[in-house]
T-cell receptor
């Protein structure tokens, strides 16, 4: 119930194309859904995040779409660039026992390659 | 403003040795999380600490692993008697304390990680 399932495992997109990565969850207590970008040898960096009270959030070329009833959310990268080539992780967190901190449950990751 | 710092960046240990991983949170942050990333997998939560307190260690293996975050100095993740299965990247993340002592749920800033290789 704590899992977050992410797909696809890898994705190849041409420069200028749209990259779409999907995630699904089971735990309805999750109330925060961030996406992280990780380059080789680096730590994950927060890209964009959403809460379940909105269905979409856009920041520049990055958009999160959220479907609460289906328990799914996705990351769209518009006008994909070679510099976007990285591993992307979706994550979800809840606040255990009514506390205020949020431990993150990560998806398995998607390796995105954008060809020039 | 320096980010989260971790050292060493790479650590090689033989089976049975001890590994000590250090994490210095961002300035002003008093909450630290440790995550483990096995090869080709996502990160898995291990432990959440505040200064001098372990708040949630539900993801920590029951044996050989321990964590601390003393009043002064970095947070330490300690692995005793390492085995090959401990080979992984270990990341820490820090978050600020909001008014009233509440941790910011969303703002976890990750360090560059320590890559542990057990021979």
């Amino acid at each position: 119930q704590q899992q977050v399932k992410q797909s696809p495992q890898s994705l190849i997109v041409q420069k200028g194309g749209i990259s779409i990565i999907n995630c699904a969850y089971e735990n309805t207590a999750f109330d925060y859904f961030p996406w992280y970008q990780q380059f080789p040898g680096k730590g994950p960096a927060l890209l964009i995040a959403i809460r379940p009270d909105v269905s979409e959030k856009k920041e520049g070329r990055f958009t999160i779409s959220f479907n609460k009833s289906a328990k799914q959310f996705s990351l769209h990268i518009m006008d994909s660039q070679p510099g976007d080539s990285a591993t992307y992780f979706c994550a979800a967190s809840s606040r255990p026992g009514g506390t205020s901190y949020g431990k993150l449950t990560f998806g398995q990751g998607t390796i995105l390659t954008v060809h020039p | 403003n320096a980010g989260v710092m971790q050292n060493p960046r790479h650590l090689v240990r033989r089976r049975g040795q001890e590994a000590r991983l250090r994490c210095s949170p961002m300035k002003g942050h008093s909450h630290v999380y440790w995550y483990r990333q096995l090869p080709e997998e996502g990160l898995k939560f291990m432990v959440y600490l505040q200064k001098e307190n372990i708040i949630d260690e539900s993801g920590m293996p029951k044996e050989r692993f321990s964590a601390e975050f003393p009043k002064e100095g970095p947070s330490i993740l300690r692995i005793q008697q390492v085995v090959r299965g401990d080979s992984a990247a270990y990341f820490c993340a820090s978050s600020p304390r909001l008014r009233g002592g509440l941790a910011a749920q969303e703002t976890q800033y990750f360090g560059p990680g320590t890559r542990l290789l057990v021979l």
